[in-house]
């Protein structure tokens, strides 16, 4: 028997997807070493273990053939002069693409493939970016309200999070004067 259609609410201030089956948080002790200033890390940690962000997810086949459907809340702050982010990941299976749409405040989507290409996209309510095959992406939030944001992928796509928890992503967002800033990651090695 073949799974029955359904439905499913997303509200479009909140991120909130009901119904879901899965709510996971990364707090900054699930990223050790993945921000750049580690000096910074360090002294958050003493005193606190703030909250990155979160997901909420509806359990779906891993499945050739189905979606798997998302929403993410990257709460504002930064870690030293970097901004909060998530993991960021290749897909296990590298051929499979994504779709993201910005629900709410204002956000970055870093993209690299392991060739070293990279591009960025600003992402704002109503911005729908697509993730073609075999690039890395990564979202951060560059303002000052929580960032959501609605994610569409194939059922079999998984994670690779690889180098990426070592060395980073190619480039990172900084706040320079106020204001977002795209910098060479010094330890990202090809
Ligand atoms: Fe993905």
């Not at 000096?39 to 940690?45: F, H, K, S, T």
């Not at 499945?63 to 798997?68: D, P, Y």
């Not at 609605?150 to 690779?160: E, L, R, T």
């Not at 190619?170 to 060479?184: A, F, H, M, T, V």
């Amino acid at each position: 028997m073949s799974m029955k259609p359904f439905p499913m609410n997303l509200n479009f201030k909140t991120g909130e997807l009901t119904p879901n089956d899965r709510t996971n948080i990364r707090k900054l002790s699930d990223m050790k070493g993945m921000f750049l200033d580690s000096e910074a890390e360090r002294r958050i940690l003493e005193k606190d273990d703030p909250l990155i962000y979160s997901f909420s997810e509806k359990v779906l086949p891993e499945e050739n053939g189905h979606l798997q459907i998302a929403t993410t809340t990257i709460h504002p702050g930064k870690i030293g002069d970097e901004y909060h982010m998530t993991k960021g990941h290749y897909h296990r299976r590298p051929d499979t693409s994504e779709m993201y749409l910005g629900l709410e405040g204002e956000g970055c989507l870093l993209m690299q493939t392991v060739e070293g290409d990279f591009e960025s996209i600003t992402i704002r309510p109503g911005t729908v970016a697509y993730i073609p095959p075999y690039w890395g992406h990564r979202m951060v939030n560059t303002g000052r309200t929580p960032y959501i944001f609605f994610a569409v992928y194939p059922g079999d796509a998984g994670h690779n999070y690889g180098d990426i928890e070592k060395t980073g992503f190619l480039k990172i967002l900084i706040e320079r004067n106020g204001k977002p800033l795209l910098i060479d990651n010094p330890r990202w090695k090809k």
